[in-house]
């Protein structure tokens, strides 16, 4: 299944940017398979989510030569089999998106960063719930956002190759 999530900004020309995230595992499968984040609510929990398993699924910007250092978690309930969040989150200051999309506008800042449900995406009426468990828990987690941050430079490499290869593929079928 893809899935394009794209979020619409608008430059210092005002201009508008489109950033588009795709799966994780559309590049790394093996990787994704084995290192996705999943929630267990048990049936006794005190949480105000239902019981069940919340995937985490990663998702990151595929545009060539972009670094935002974000990801979406595409958070799919193991009840439904359906989506039921789409996160927002940048790990880097406040100051580097700030230089990074050239404006230093609090509430643009506010949501490059996160955590943040994504307006644009499907949300349920589970969203600020789970919003709440990856901001307290999830996020809090080191070893679990130096993974995040892991994935993001193996996915980012990969995009990155596959665009110069298909540009030299391109290049070299117009000199014939």
Known sequence: MLVVIKLIFYDYY??????PYAFFYELCPELAESETRTITVPDDSSLTLPAGDYSLREMYCNERKCDCRRV???VVSSLTNDVVAVIAWGWESKEF????????DPEVIKELQGPI?????????L????????????????????RIKTHYLIYRSKVERRTSSKRRR????LRR
């Open 72 to 74: 979406f978690f595409y």
């Open 14 to 19: 005002k201009k508008e940017l489109s950033m």
């Open 97 to 104: 998106y700030a230089k990074w999309m050239r404006d230093d």
């Open 127 to 146: 969203a600020p719930a789970i919003l709440d468990l990856v901001n307290d828990i999830i996020l809090n987690d080191r070893a679990y956002v130096e």
């Open 170 to 173: 391109g290049k070299l079928k």
């Open 117 to 125: 449900l994504n307006m644009a995406s499907p949300q349920s009426s």
